[in-house]
């Protein structure tokens, strides 16, 4: 999903376990002091991290390894830690830290783990590829390095090396092109 991008790293997120995230509701629906009042639903202490070890601890569970900072975004986002203590007290839900969600992935899909490892490149390519920020990043890189000759007013033009690269290869084989002819 593109929208991971928008993200920036250093995002506090508050995961919820899906089957907490169950639990609480079906409790809810029975709980005589839940009705005509709001309560976060969160994962709590054991649940908070920044969204730099989320994501990067999802991607490894998969096998695909942590991708550039180059990729996010740094625009804030609306994300943060809940107040889950109300909640928590009525319902008692919170079962999972996201310690729990993590080996969860890695076991569910251990063939899926070997198989994205082994196209590992393929997988990250097309992860950046969807980007809009790493798109950006390389833009500018590729601008950076891309050769230049710069012209002065006293100095005149000045080659840069590329430039004196080619002229070289040029005078060579205009050279050697000469003496095949004698």
């Known amino acids: 999903d593109p929208l991971m991008y928008e993200v920036p790293l250093d995002t506090p997120i508050e995961f919820a376990h899906t089957t907490d995230t169950g639990l609480a509701m079906a409790k809810a629906a029975t709980h ?21 070890d989320y994501v990067t601890r999802i991607l ?15 625009a804030p986002f609306h994300c943060g830690y809940m107040d889950t203590g ?3 007290r009525l319902l008692q839900y919170q079962r ?23 196209f ?6 097309v992860l950046l590829r969807k980007s809009p920020h790493y798109r950006t990043y390389l833009q500018g890189m590729k601008s950076y390095l891309r050769p230049r000759t710069v ?9 840069t090396k590329s430039t004196q690269t080619k002229t070289a290869k040029a005078k060579t084989k205009t050279a050697t092109s000469h003496l095949s002819k004698t």
Do not use: N
């Open 32 to 52: 005589p002091e839940i009705w005509g009042k709001v309560f976060h639903i969160g994962g709590g202490e054991e649940c908070r991290v920044l969204y730099k």
């Open 60 to 74: 490894d569970a998969f096998g695909i390894g942590a991708l550039p900072e180059e990729a996010f975004g740094d």
């Open 86 to 88: 109300e909640s928590q």
């Open 96 to 118: 999972h830290g996201f310690e729990d969600f993590v080996s969860e992935m890695r076991q569910k899909a251990p063939f899926l783990r070997v198989l994205t490892i082994l």
């Open 120 to 125: 590992r490149p393929i997988v990250r390519a």
């Open 151 to 159: 012209k002065t007013k006293r100095l005149g033009t000045i080659k």
